[in-house]
């Protein structure tokens, strides 16, 4: 168990339809990170925060926004939903206030939520 | 920018034989490197990663890694594979000059048969 938590665990919704993901990262993780995996794009990084400022954007799609909150805990929210946005979309943490410094850089994945648009 | 190739989707090697999975990477500066593993219907753990010092780093379940910076190679080991290594694979870098981001190869599905 890494410690970063996802709900829901799977999620079936409609085409235009609007779902909110939710991510608790690892105890004292400053930095969340959002991933997709699909079987034609492979893992793909959308979007890192950290503490509670967004870092670095990757390939998301104006449709998707996400935010990290002060607690910490991040939400990715895609909206408008297509058949292509089916996939697997993995949280990750890191960077704890009190981690090693050679352990600041790894990022801890949780189980990932699988989104199926019908 | 960055990026990751694994070239082999599938490696299938018998119980007890030695495992390799192999990674390259392109990066423009210094780079992190990390292995994950996938089981199916599960998240990525975290296996090792290269961020400085020894070439050779070792990381859980008797897997290891060597770093090599003239071949931009990074290739994952283990001498003796067992039937429960079986999983997919992830190689990933990050370029340590300009991004937080970490870039997946596109994994390699490794078969341990009995």
């Known amino acids: 168990d890494s410690g970063v938590t996802q709900t829901p665990k799977h999620l079936i919704t409609a085409t235009g339809q609007r779902v909110t993901l939710r991510c608790s990262p690892r105890s004292g993780d400053l930095s969340v990170y959002w991933y997709q995996q699909s079987l034609d794009q492979g893992l793909q990084f959308l979007i890192q925060?950290?503490?509670?400022?967004?870092?670095a954007k990757g390939n998301i799609l104006e449709r998707f926004s996400a935010q990290q909150f002060p607690d910490l805990h991040s939400e990715l929210n895609l909206s408008s939903l297509e058949l292509g946005d089916s996939a697997l979309y993995f949280c990750?943490?890191?960077?704890?206030?009190?981690?090693?410094?050679?352990?600041?850089?790894?990022?801890?994945f949780g189980p990932g939520t699988r989104l199926l648009v019908l | 920018a960055q990026s990751v190739a694994q070239p082999e989707d599938q490696v299938n090697v018998a119980e007890g034989n030695p495992l390799t999975v192999k990674c390259t990477y392109s990066?423009?500066?210094?780079?992190?490197l990390f292995w994950y593993v996938q089981y199916p219907n599960r998240g990525l753990q975290f296996l090792l990663k290269y961020i400085t010092g020894d070439n050779l780093v070792k990381g859980s379940y008797g897997f290891e890694a060597e770093f090599n910076k003239s071949q931009t190679s990074f290739h994952l080991k283990k001498p003796s594979a067992l039937v429960s290594d079986s999983a997919l694979y992830f190689c990933?870098?990050?370029?340590?000059?300009?991004?937080?981001?970490?870039?997946f190869g596109a994994g390699t599905t490794v078969t341990v048969r009995a």
């Open positions: 990750a943490s890191s960077g704890s206030s009190g981690s090693r410094p050679s352990d600041i850089e790894t990022q801890y």
């Open positions: 925060y950290y503490n509670g400022e967004e870092r």
């Open positions: 990933a870098v990050r370029d340590t000059s300009n991004d937080y981001k970490l870039s």
């Open positions: 990066v423009s500066g210094n780079p992190y």
